[in-house]
């Protein structure tokens, strides 16, 4: 990704975000709810699904997830032991998803936004922002942020095969807003900062297979 393009999809996103959370959100919302709700057994299936196996691939050996192992390892020895540059992909899936992960709980404890749940219940006045009780962990969404995290850098990467790689990160995103658990600046919001962390760890060696769009 250039850094115009990447410009360019920062300067759509935080301001539809911002209106989106402002005014738009929650007729999405019941929108969405009132009329997709007999799509949601598929959505909980392919989530419970995808989170098993993230859930395996998270476990501990030797104190660190077997997944950062995997491509630590495989960063390490591609580009150290075969000398290929283009290993730093590995790096770069590394990092953008460790960091996707870690950024999006940390902006959950700092933004309290209230979940569509609350809206569907009992209601709230204004845009849920900075709430005090349950249920109050709406933005970013964590889901969206760890599945694209884990295929968008492999998309830019291989632009050529970036629609199946896609599938799943847009499917689990679709479902966040199916199942109730997300607004859709929840999720758009976690896709550009995807995007922007790996955007900014694909800057670290600038590989070749990085820099083609």
């Known amino acids: 990704m250039t850094l115009r393009q990447f410009l360019l999809f920062t300067a759509l996103t935080l301001p539809a975000c911002a209106l989106l959370i402002l005014s738009g959100d929650q007729p999405l919302a019941g929108f969405i709810h009132g009329h997709f709700t007999w799509s ?3 959505f909980a299936a392919l989530t419970a699904a995808a989170d098993r196996v993230h859930e395996a691939l998270m476990t501990h050996v ?19 032991g075969l000398k290929r540059r283009g290993a730093t992909l590995f790096l770069v899936l590394l990092l953008t998803h460790e960091f996707s992960m870690v950024l999006a709980n940390v902006l959950k404890g700092a933004v309290h936004r209230l979940r569509p749940e609350v ?8 845009s849920g922002l900075w709430a005090t009780g349950p249920h109050n ?17 492999l ?15 847009v499917l689990i995103g679709l479902g966040r807003l199916v199942l109730g658990a997300h607004y ?10 995807v995007v922007a962390l790996t955007f900014l760890f ?3 060696d600038k590989p070749r297979a990085i820099e083609q769009v």
């Not at 809206?119 to 204004?126: I, L, N, V």
């Not at 962990?137 to 850098?153: E, Q």
């Open 184 to 193: 859709l600046s929840d999720v758009w919001f976690s896709v550009w900062l």
């Open 62 to 80: 030797l104190g660190l997830p077997v997944i950062f192992l995997a491509l630590g390892l495989a960063f390490a020895i591609g580009r150290y």
């Open 119 to 126: 809206q569907f219940g009992a209601g709230y006045a204004g």
């Open 137 to 153: 962990d709406s933005f970013p969404s964590y889901h969206t942020a760890v599945y694209f995290s884990l295929f968008w850098p």
């Open 202 to 204: 694909g800057r670290l």
């Open 40 to 42: 949601a057994p598929f």
């Open 155 to 169: 998309a830019v990467a291989f632009p050529k095969y970036r629609g199946p790689l896609l599938v799943l990160p």
